[in-house]
Nanobody
C-alpha cells in the first residue's frame, strides 16, 4: 500500500520560504514510471499543480510559479520536498503530495494546511 504524508510548518511569515516534506512508504520514489507531485488548494479555489519530479529526478514546474518553486528529493529517506520562496498570504492553502503512475491508481497525502501571515 502506497502512502504519502506531508509535514512542515502550519504557519509561515510573509516573504519567508515555505518548506514541506512528503514522506513516502510502500514504494520507492525511484520506482520506474512514478511521478511525484505537489498540489495545493487555496480556500474557495480549485486545485493548483505546483510541480513534480519524475522517478529519474527530472523536475517539472508550473509556469506561473516556476521562479519561486523548487522540488527535490532524498532517496535515502524516501522523501521529496517543496520549497516555495517569497511567500505571500495568497500562498495560504492546503498543500498535498501525490504519486502517479501510468495505468495505476493515484495516491494522495492527507494534506497540510499552511497559513501565510502578513
Amino acid at each position: 500500500q502506497v502512502q504519502l504524508q506531508e509535514s512542515g510548518p502550519g504557519l509561515v511569515s510573509a516573504s519567508q520560504t515555505l518548506s514541506l516534506t512528503c514522506t513516502v512508504s510502500g514504494v520507492s520514489i525511484t520506482t520506474t514510471e512514478y511521478f511525484w507531485s505537489w498540489i495545493r488548494q487555496a480556500p474557495g479555489k480549485g486545485l493548483e499543480w505546483l510541480g513534480g519530479l519524475s522517478y529519474t529526478g527530472t523536475e517539472f514546474y508550473s509556469p506561473s510559479l516556476k521562479t519561486r518553486t523548487s522540488i527535490s528529493k532524498d532517496t535515502t529517506k524516501n522523501q521529496f520536498f517543496l520549497h516555495l520562496t517569497s511567500v505571500t498570504p495568497e500562498d495560504t492553502a492546503t498543500y498535498r503530495c501525490k504519486a502517479v503512475k501510468l495505468n495505476a491508481p493515484e495516491y494522495w497525502g492527507q494534506g497540510i494546511e499552511v497559513t501565510v501571515s502578513s
